[in-house]
């Protein structure tokens, strides 16, 4: 589906492909987040508790699959690197190189935060 206004691809996914998305990364990473939640979040698009609960805002289903993928990998690390250093940078050049080239483009439309 296209969105008119942008031009965009629009990627509608369910809830349900989306966790299962995730699951399949935490899989990849080797990290078992204690819930997956997928809800309304209006000021981020993801957060990750120090308990190893991890949720996704819903209007990431609308997102492109990059960047929605780039949300994923980026909060299920916070679950083995608590901050942003680089040891977290590091790893996420090693699970997703190009990331910071998805983030940028993403962030020219938005400003929402992880």
């Not at 969105?3 to 078992?32: P, Y």
């Not at 050049?93 to 962030?107: D, Q, S, T, V």
Request: hydrophobic content about 40%; proline content about 4%; aromatic content about 8%.
């Amino acid at each position: 589906m296209m969105d008119t206004s942008t031009g965009k691809a629009i990627n509608l996914q369910t809830k349900e492909q989306f966790k299962a998305e995730i699951a399949r990364w935490a899989a990849v990473m080797k990290v078992k987040p204690v819930q997956i939640r997928v809800q309304r979040i209006t000021k981020k698009w993801a957060s990750c508790s120090s308990k190893g609960r991890v949720c996704f805002s819903t209007d990431l289903l609308q997102e492109s699959s990059p960047f929605q993928e780039y949300v994923i990998v980026h909060e299920l690390l916070h679950l083995q690197v608590p901050n942003h250093g680089k040891l977290f940078k590091s790893l996420m050049n090693a699970y997703l190189p190009g990331w910071e080239a998805i983030l940028a483009e993403r962030n020219g439309s938005a400003a929402r935060s992880l």
